[in-house]
């Protein structure tokens, strides 16, 4: 028993041309079962309720079927629809109060659908209403009041109980937690698992990935069409779509010590010109991936090949490259230095768009790491695969190519530049040795371009100064330029603003994950220091005395370490938190200034 | 109408009308009586009309009698129905009122209430089929009628369906001299009644139309429309249950609202018809300077009126629950 929504598109038509809401969609909602849809707002989640509804306005058209139960649902017919609506697919929209009728009592909303459906007398669906609205903790007293007369909350189980009043098969929740507090919420999430044991159908269209991840399935929408549909308990933790990662990345999650990235660009609006034409082509005039533009791993046949749903079962995705890829995987790498082993055999791979930290104390084989992930440095054994090609396998003037797609930034700016160079020759310096571009016009918009990303002017006379008219921050900054010059998607980061005082600091990794975010770069960053790790990581490795002992994501790591090691630095990272706060809240001694 | 008087409850509300109620009796009571010099003089200078001397007289000494009397004597004769004898009638004030006051609420009342029934039913119904060709019809034949003054109207009904079809009279509200009984008195009421009232109704309609229209249209595409059509509410149950009954507030504040504009209009048509109300009598009293029978016209029309807006602050806060506090 299920709702099954077979190949649907939903277009609204606008003065000379149409919106395209929905495309090339294939969703089954089954009796038993919670399935969540998320998404931004405006990615037709709402749309999809509607379309199963029958309510879509006049100006949208539908094609494709939808089977309750095996049987189509008779779009046209308004009056069968009528006699499938609430009574087996009931809805609770969004915004609260203002989907009730502001004329009429709380109890009569209620029991109309009883007085429509079953023709019950109005004294026994007045009772009815009242016992329902009464198991959803909503007191008597309350029945007869207008909706403009109860809180949010009230409101929310009183649209519940309407829903409920008739027990549909079927139940669509439209952000049913959007406005509440934490309270109403557990109400919403006690109702659908009730609902889900009772053997109906849950569509729970939501933004909290929370409460979705609380799901049986959840199915991301992008924009009309389904990106990913995965097990609700893995939405938090195992997304494979750069999509889904990025809604994470921008969802405030309670466990998350990092800092919001959201996500880079807009979402596309689905125009199409002219009138809906029948039977068009999937993807609706724009060939390729919808999230092309904002996906950090995106390559040029994205833009070109159709994408469609591969997988099956559990876990499908819209991906040409099958999900997050690794931009560098490293294979049993080891390096030693004289007898002296700096890395034992590591596995380590770092997914596009993310950002790894390396985190461990001095000496613990992190630098070394990452210069093997560089390719600055050979390991003594293993393999390194960049964008998954193996790097020694290649002939040279393709390995250089490659090195052009990592960016270094090094720990002591002062030390990283040259103080022979200035500021214009400091940053054209990759651009001459992987001469990428001739002396000329062309180099310098390279230039110019790289400076103004990393916050830098560009006026002629900043160009010919020299590091040492600089301040420590500015030729750090001047560091991040170079390494932005070739337009790298990876970036590699060592300690870049351990030697900064905490304002400038603050300033350059502000700066640096604003770039990671809308360059949708690959961030390997290497430092000690717990805090700034926390700030910006969506996973954290921790490397102790050459071995990665513990690999994660952040939120993990930060409250359920699992290796004694990385505990014991949170507690020390934490006791010097605590200890230098008592020094200044300890009680002052009663002295001259502060008589007892 | 204002909140503040709402937020006050009932007791509040009723003594700011009877408050009201007691300004207007002293104003009629005042007013007159502040006109410079010899308010006889000033009143007949330049009319047609004159008093004869044993009238001016007789006036004078009614005048003298209210004032010595004082307010609250001129209360009391209100209250008691002693309004004055009107000077060019030579009745009583309330005799030749109490006349007119059939014919006129006849008139006006049939008038705007069908012509609110027939412009709401008509708006619902053009605003749920909103862009087809009845709508847009309607829309423009109503916005049209909207500027043709009830004056313009009148005369071209009067013209063309008494003076030159000859279907209906063109005076009067019943036949003098006849003695028709039950039904053919009826018939004959209503006969005379058709060409003011059509010309009412067609003054009335447009601005009820299109208010309710304007209404609907909103009541539409308020949320909770979505939520009645997907409850399974047949769509005439969405249309009049769910929309038009929230559609309806503006209507009605309207209907009180029009109420004190009302006589002034049926006045114009009542003098076109000569029909019989209080327009006409009060249009003949100005025109005789009979000041006692305009006095206790305007006086108890603004009462009505007054009494009228009350009783619709009652019935607007039973139409629109979010005005019970």
Redesign the interface.
Known sequence: MSIELHNIRVSYEQSGHSLLALDDLHLTLEQGRVTALIGESGCGKTTLG?SI?G?LPARARISGTIRLNGTPLPLGD?TAM??????RV??V?Q?GV????????IARQVM??LR??SGLGEHEARRRAAAMLKSLDLAPELHER?P?QLSGGQIQRALLG?AMILDPEYLILDEPTAALDPGARALVMDLMRATRRNGKGVLLISHDLDLAAGADTAAVLYQGQIMEILPGPELLRLPRHPYTKALLRSFPGIDTPRNLMGMRGEPLLRLLPGKEVPNAPAGGGHTGCLFRERCPQAVEACAREAVSMQGNGERRIRCLRGGIVPAIVLEGVSKSYDRIKALHETDLTVYNGEVLCLIGETGSGKSTLAMIAGGSLLPDTGRRLLHGQDVHMLDRKTQNGLRADIGFIYQNPLEAVSHRLNVFQIVAEPIRIQRAALPGPGMEALVVAALRDAGLPCEHEFLHKYPHELNAGAVQRLCIARALVLRPSIIIADEPTSSLDPGVQAKILKMLLELQTEKGLTLLFITHDLGVAGKIADRIAVLHKGRIIELGPAEDIFNRPAHPYTARLLQLARAGTARSREMHTREPKPGLNNPV | MDTGSRSQGLPGLCAAYLLAALALLYLSYRLPRLLPGDFLTALYSGAEASLPPELKEAYRNQAEALITRGFVGYLNDFFTLDWGRSLAFRKPVRELIFTALPWTLLLLGSAHLLSTLVGFFAGVESAWRKGSLPDRLGVSLMTILEGIPEIGSGVLLLLVFSLSLGWFPAAGAETVYSDFTGWQRFLDVLHHLALPLGTLFLAYLPGNFLLSRAGMLYAIN???M??????????L?QRYL?AA??ALLPVVTRFGVRLASLLTRALTVEALYSYPGLGSLLCNAIALRDLPLISGIVLVTSLAVLSITLILEFAYQK????LRA
């Open positions: 509607k509804m309510l308004e009528n006699r499938l609506r609430w009574s009931a809805m929209f915004n203002s989907t009730l009728n502001p004329a009429y009592t109309e659908p429509v459906h207008y403009h309407m | 308020a949320p909770y979505l939520t009645a059509k997907a409850k399974g509410n047949s769509p149950r769910h009954r929230n139409l629109d629950p979010r």
